[in-house]
C-alpha cells in the first residue's frame, strides 16, 4: 500500500488516463473546452471563467499546480491522447486519512458517457485501495442538481449543506452540499460502477 498521499504519478485505466496537469497542457485544456458556449456550460459552476487564450489556460493550470495539498489530473483517452477534461484529488489529509474529490469537468460531447464514471473508479481506487482512504469527499454547488445527481450514483452519502462556504465566480455566496464514501462502503460502491462500466461496453 502507498504511503506518499501527494505522488504525482499517472493513474491508469481501461480507457483514461489521469496524467499530472502541466502547464504544457494548456492548448488542450482550451480545444477540449469547445466554443463559447460549450465553455460556458462546463465551467458554470467553477471557480474560474472559461480561458480566452492560452495565457489565461496556463495561468489556471498554474493556480492548480500551486496549491500544495491539491494535485491535478488531465483526463485522457488512452488510445488517441485526447484531452477531455480535468480533475483532482484536494484538501490531502494522510493524517486523517482523507482526501476530496473535485475540480472535475469534462468536455461536453462527453457528457453522459461512460468517462466519469471510469474517471472516479480510477480515483476512487487509488484513494481506498492505494492509499488506504479512510473517508473520500465532494463538494459541489447547491444550485448543481446535475453534479449532485452524479455524486449520488456514485454511492456517496449526502452529509448536508454548507453556508456560504466558497465564493462564486461572480461575487455571490456558495452554499456546498457536500457528501462522503467510507471505506466500508467502498466495495459494494466499486462493485456498482464496475457493473455500470461492464453494461456500457455490452451497449456500445
Same mark, same amino acid.
Given at each position: 500500500?502507498? &504511503?506518499?498521499?501527494? #505522488? *504525482?504519478?499517472?493513474?491508469?485505466?481501461? %480507457?483514461? +488516463?489521469?496524467?499530472?496537469?502541466? &502547464?504544457?497542457?494548456?492548448?488542450? @485544456?482550451?480545444?477540449?473546452?469547445?466554443?463559447?458556449?460549450?465553455? #460556458?456550460?462546463?465551467?458554470?459552476?467553477? !471557480?474560474?471563467?472559461?480561458?480566452?487564450?492560452?495565457?489565461?489556460?496556463? &495561468?489556471?493550470? $498554474?493556480?492548480?499546480?500551486?496549491?500544495?495539498?491539491?494535485?491535478?489530473?488531465?483526463?485522457?483517452?488512452?488510445? !488517441?491522447? #485526447? @484531452?477531455?477534461?480535468?480533475?483532482? @484529488?484536494?484538501?490531502?489529509?494522510?493524517?486523517?486519512?482523507?482526501?476530496?474529490?473535485?475540480?472535475?469537468?469534462?468536455? $461536453?460531447?462527453?457528457?453522459?458517457?461512460?468517462?466519469?464514471?471510469? %474517471?472516479?473508479?480510477?480515483?476512487? !481506487?487509488? /484513494? @481506498?485501495?492505494?492509499?488506504? /482512504? #479512510?473517508?473520500?469527499?465532494?463538494?459541489?454547488?447547491?444550485?448543481?442538481?446535475? =453534479?449532485?445527481?452524479?455524486?449520488?450514483?456514485?454511492? /456517496?452519502? *449526502?452529509?448536508?449543506?454548507? *453556508?456560504?462556504? +466558497?465564493?462564486?465566480?461572480?461575487?455571490?455566496?456558495?452554499?456546498?452540499?457536500?457528501? =462522503?464514501?467510507? !471505506?466500508?462502503?467502498?466495495?459494494?460502491?466499486?462493485?456498482?460502477?464496475?457493473?455500470?462500466?461492464?453494461?456500457?461496453?455490452?451497449?456500445?
Amino acid at each position: 500500500m502507498s &504511503t506518499d498521499w501527494l #505522488e *504525482r504519478r499517472e493513474l491508469v485505466g481501461p %480507457s483514461l +488516463r489521469l496524467s499530472p496537469l502541466r &502547464t504544457t497542457d494548456a492548448a488542450d @485544456f482550451l480545444a477540449a473546452l469547445g466554443d463559447a458556449a460549450a465553455a #460556458e456550460a462546463v465551467t458554470a459552476h467553477l !471557480s474560474y471563467h472559461p480561458p480566452r487564450d492560452l495565457v489565461e489556460a496556463q &495561468t489556471i493550470i $498554474q493556480g492548480a499546480l500551486d496549491t500544495a495539498d491539491r494535485l491535478a489530473y488531465a483526463q485522457r483517452i488512452k488510445t !488517441s491522447g #485526447e @484531452f477531455i477534461g480535468t480533475t483532482s @484529488f484536494y484538501e490531502i489529509d494522510p493524517a486523517l486519512r482523507s482526501v476530496a474529490i473535485g475540480h472535475t469537468w469534462i468536455a $461536453q460531447r462527453y457528457w453522459g458517457s461512460h468517462l466519469n464514471i471510469e %474517471s472516479k473508479l480510477i480515483m476512487l !481506487s487509488r /484513494a @481506498f485501495d492505494e492509499l488506504g /482512504a #479512510e473517508r473520500v469527499v465532494w463538494h459541489t454547488d447547491v444550485l448543481n442538481l446535475r =453534479s449532485q445527481a452524479a455524486i449520488e450514483r456514485l454511492g /456517496a452519502r *449526502r452529509e448536508g449543506v454548507l *453556508r456560504h462556504h +466558497r465564493i462564486r465566480r461572480d461575487g455571490s455566496w456558495r452554499d456546498t452540499v457536500q457528501y =462522503s464514501m467510507l !471505506s466500508a462502503e467502498w466495495p459494494l460502491a466499486k462493485d456498482r460502477l464496475l457493473r455500470r462500466l461492464s453494461l456500457n461496453d455490452k451497449l456500445t
